[in-house]
């Protein structure tokens, strides 16, 4: 009896792969391997951008290290700390500038998450923003162009909504805690750095 049900069990097998009927059977075989496979093509995809994204975040880790970056942080530092009546935007406070524009344009088209910027560099973005917008506004209206680190503006305004997000503080930071993140960025610029030649 168990030989008989076993046997009518592997004919309607058969007849389902092999059998005239069988049609559907293979539709839906391959509509089950196409959707595996975009799937799976999906996955790499995600897989891959993040690959990128990860080594692109390696680089801009390098260059804001970097002995001409760390240069640029210690002089936009000390020059909070000092009466500069003209607030000229030179080529160091340009480079920490250009620094963060550089990460807004990756932010606005996509090669970096909010999430990912956030978790690397709000804290920067937080205090460097408010360091170099006075400059950065004469600079605009010395030039007569608004757009001159607009994409660092907006980083900034970004990174607030995902402080906001994430129910770290969004409030503007005081000159007190300004004056504070430029002591300590002094003290974390290694020695040495600063003395050389740019």
């Known amino acids: 009896m168990f ?13 389902l792969v092999s059998g005239p009927d069988s049609a559907w059977f293979w539709s839906m075989v391959q509509v ?46 000390a020059a909070s700390k000092e009466e500069d009546s003209e607030k000229r935007l030179d080529e160091k406070h340009q480079r920490v500038a250009s620094f963060f524009e550089d990460i807004g344009v990756y932010l606005r088209y ?15 973005i937080e205090h460097y923003w408010p360091l170099l917008e ?4 004469i600079y605009r209206t010395e030039t007569g162009d608004d757009t001159w680190f607009e994409n660092f503006e907006a980083l900034y305004r970004e ?14 930071r005081s ?3 300004i004056a504070q993140f430029a002591r300590g960025e002094l003290q974390t610029v290694p020695r040495g750095v600063g003395s050389k030649a740019p």
């Open 134 to 137: 006075e400059r950065i506004e």
């Open 175 to 177: 000159d007190g805690e």
């Open 32 to 77: 089950l391997l196409i959707g595996f496979s975009v799937w799976f093509i999906a996955k790499q995809i995600r897989v891959q951008g993040h690959a990128n994204m990860l080594h692109a975040l390696f680089g801009l880790a390098g260059k804001w290290s970097g002995d001409r970056m760390l240069e640029s942080r210690m002089a936009v530092c």
């Open 110 to 124: 996509g090669c970096f998450t909010r999430e990912a910027i956030w978790e690397g560099y709000s804290y920067y």
């Open 159 to 172: 990174m607030r909504k995902v402080s906001k997000k994430k129910g770290a503080p969004t409030n503007r």
């Open 3 to 15: 030989q008989d049900q076993l046997g009518e069990y592997l004919r309607a097998g058969r007849d």
